[in-house]
């Protein structure tokens, strides 16, 4: 024992070796059992807060597409993460290289521009707050470490806000449906619609149970693809079962493994918003870019680069287009009228190294270059037709052949 | 450990060593808890090695203010068009409040966790480096309140160092830079004294950010006797977790690291304020403080003290 005796001085003197061991092994048990706790804590509180699927009457899933269409929530406010894996490696700016109409980002443009910004959505992980009051008064913050990036849309103005270089965008709107038209989706809502639009006779539609989300308990809809050459698996929507609002949607490909979207409410309120949330004023300093600028900058593509996020975006966004197939089947075709892999040229070193990513094949149509990510697979033939869609890479060439 | 301050140890030892005898009765008696962290406090804050980091942290706002003042001079803005450097570095000419929430950024990944590793890998492994430990240990206090007293002063040496930074960053930032309402990073504005406010939560965040460090270096500290050891290990230690938390591959271990949700005391300055990072902060500061101090209780109450 040592000389200088510890806590328990009375104990100490007539302790012998082995007992002072045995203490010294309870005293290290304190952390290893602090640590454990916090461990099983950790692991356990996930499960025990998942306190099973809530009771709620039955509905058809006619109803439950209805009642999301007959949703009009006007206020609300709350969190979404949002989750893309399409199985690329994490480039920015991407979805441009991809896309040969879409403008060159970066230059001339300004950090708080809301097309430039928004696309990021399309790879990792996000975290969104969301708030809307009414049709006129809406606010997307995209938050990131120490900084945010803030779409406020008040009436006639619409602002971005990119707080880590303090510019600041500005546009203002007579029709507020139009300009939300021209963003990209960013919440479960948004996605639902897309994914809903496309439900016709080669989909099937079932009400899968219910779950909770964000606190809230929710149908969950399910939405399958009849035909088997689509990528996309199945399609979950949780609908909240008393505004009809989605509050999650997910998109798990044909391929199985994790969701290539999962957006989803952590957090969801149905409260009007606190008007301090939409009022903006340019921050002394900040400087400050008028949409007009922009357009100017870019000069006859004064397009968006938005992804696009389904057949008729496609459709809308890009000329030259057609689509071939239906339903989920569809392919869209694309011709660049230039020579082979345009996406590799347009996107300059970016598209070399995506060249790097592709297979040759070979097909009636002639040889062309698969890009595969897990949803969306794109065909670039040598005499410069793109076809691309959530189709296997044979529903691909197949289409390829049949388009010749 | 100087000569001087070895006698001065000795000193306070045998003052609390006449004041035990004399209150033998009152052994538990919590103001001498208190005396024993007094005297704890005036001596890690007498040693010039501890104002010489109070004094380096002081200047790091300096730095930056200055830095940004010439930069900016010419009227474009901190950081580069892209936004780099520290948070918050492109607000600092438009508000001086600012400098306070960039200061803390910049220091808090380094300077103050290296500052509090080298005062908490001292605390104990010092005392025995010195031979002063026995002299403490003298005092009826017992290992357990000695250690829990050590504790305590390095907590607050973590309060002190991030205060000098808000001071000397709110201080500069006044003197360089206009004050006045600001904008958070939500968009929204706050007037100047919610903003005081909320520079004085984020300050009360970063150093409660620093407890986990705390306790890690005070057990480093229980387990070596040479205090130089001790404090190359923490700091050590630190710039091995920053390193790790680099490397995308390890992301599955990343939230267990103690500084890995260091920076979500920013979310403050949101609006709505954001608690999911700092509650998560907070709580893995709080099991490092549980799983380290308890190591540090098991290895100090039971070690033999030689030294």
């Known amino acids: 024992m040592a000389p200088y005796a510890s806590d328990d001085m009375t104990t100490a003197g007539e302790a012998g070796e082995p007992r002072a061991g045995r203490r010294r092994a309870a005293r290290y048990a304190v952390p290893v059992t602090v640590m454990g706790v916090a461990a099983a804590t950790i692991g356990l509180v996930p499960a025990l807060a998942d306190s099973g699927d809530p009771d709620l009457p039955e509905i058809t899933a006619a109803q439950l597409i209805e009642k999301i269409a007959q949703s009009d929530v006007e206020r609300l406010s709350g969190t979404v993460k949002i989750t893309t894996d399409l199985g690329l490696p994490d480039l920015g700016g991407l979805q441009d290289g991809f896309a040969p109409g879409a403008p060159e980002r970066g230059e001339g443009g300004s950090s708080a521009d809301p097309s430039t910004r928004l696309t990021e959505l399309a790879s990792g992980t996000h975290t969104l707050r969301v708030a809307a009051d009414g049709p006129d008064r809406q606010k997307v913050s995209l938050l990131e470490d120490a900084a945010e990036y803030s779409l406020i849309h008040n009436g006639k103005d619409v602002w971005g806000y990119d707080s880590r270089s303090n510019e600041v965008y500005h546009a203002t709107v007579d029709d507020s449906g139009e300009d939300r038209g021209q963003q990209p989706p960013a919440t479960p809502k948004d996605f639902a619609e897309e994914a809903l639009k496309a439900v016709d006779d080669t989909t099937s539609v079932t009400v899968d149970g219910t779950a909770q989300v964000a606190g809230r308990d929710a149908y969950r809809l399910v939405v399958k693809p009849r035909q088997s050459d689509s990528t996309v698996g199945a399609i979950s929507i949780a609908v909240d079962h008393r505004t009809g609002m989605p509050l999650k949607f997910t998109l798990t490909p044909a391929s199985g493994g994790a969701a290539v979207v999962d957006v989803g409410f952590t957090r969801v309120s149905f409260d009007r918003p606190a008007a301090s949330t939409f009022d903006f004023t340019p921050p002394k300093g900040a400087k400050v870019t008028e949409d007009g600028e922009l357009d100017r900058d870019r000069g006859h593509s004064g397009k968006p680069g938005n992804p696009p996020k389904s057949e008729e975006d496609l459709a809308k966004g890009l000329d030259g287009l057609t689509v071939l197939g239906e339903g989920w089947n569809s392919v869209a075709v694309l011709d660049t009228g230039g020579p082979g892999l345009p996406a590799a040229d347009a996107g300059g070193d970016l598209g070399g190294f995506l060249g790097s990513f592709g297979d040759r094949v070979e097909g009636g149509f002639g040889t062309g270059t698969v890009f595969s990510t897990r949803l969306v697979n794109a065909l670039v033939t040598e005499d410069g037709k793109v076809y691309v869609g959530a189709v296997t890479e044979e529903a691909l060439v197949k289409a390829a052949d049949r388009g010749k | ?307």
Not at chain 2, 159 to 174: I, R
Not at chain 2, 206 to 226: H, P, W, Y
Not at chain 2, 288 to 300: C, E, I, K, L, T
Request: positive net charge.
């Open chain 2, 1 to 307: 450990m100087s000569r001087a301050e070895a006698s001065s140890r000795a000193e306070a030892s045998s003052r609390a060593q006449a004041s035990a005898r004399a209150e033998e009765t009152r052994r538990a008696n919590p103001l001498w808890t208190l005396g024993l962290f007094r005297s704890e406090l005036l001596t890690t804050f007498r040693r010039w090695r501890t104002l010489a980091l109070l004094g380096v942290l002081a200047a790091v706002p300096v730095l930056v203010g200055v830095a940004v003042k010439i930069e900016t001079g010419d009227g474009s803005t901190a950081g580069g068009p892209g936004g780099g450097g520290p948070a918050f570095i492109s607000q600092i000419t438009n508000n001086g409040l600012f400098l306070v929430f960039t200061a803390l950024a910049a220091t808090l990944p380094f300077f103050l966790p290296m500052a509090v590793g080298v005062v908490a890998g001292d605390a104990l492994a010092g005392e025995a480096n010195a031979g002063t430990l026995r002299y403490l240990l003298v005092a009826p206090a017992g290992r357990s309140r000695l250690l829990l007293t050590k504790y305590a002063t390095v907590l607050a040496f973590c309060l002190a160092a991030t205060l000098v930074v808000a001071v000397s960053a709110l201080a500069v930032g006044a003197l360089l830079f206009p004050l006045g309402d600001l904008t958070t990073i939500s968009g929204t504005r706050i007037g100047f004294g919610e903003g005081l406010v909320r520079a004085l939560l984020i300050a009360l965040v970063v150093a409660a950010s620093l407890t986990g460090v705390a306790a890690l270096g005070l057990f480093v500290s229980t387990l070596t006797n040479s205090g130089i050891a001790a404090m190359a290990t923490t700091v050590g230690l630190l710039t091995t977790v920053q390193i790790l938390d680099q490397i995308p591959q390890l992301s599955a271990l990343h939230p267990y690291f103690f500084s890995h949700y260091w920076l979500s005391f920013a979310d403050l300055m949101r609006e709505p304020v954001h608690w999911e990072g700092l509650t998560r902060n907070l709580g893995l500061q709080a099991l490092y403080a549980a799983v380290f101090g308890s190591a540090a209780w098991a290895r100090f109450t039971t070690k033999d003290i030689t030294a």
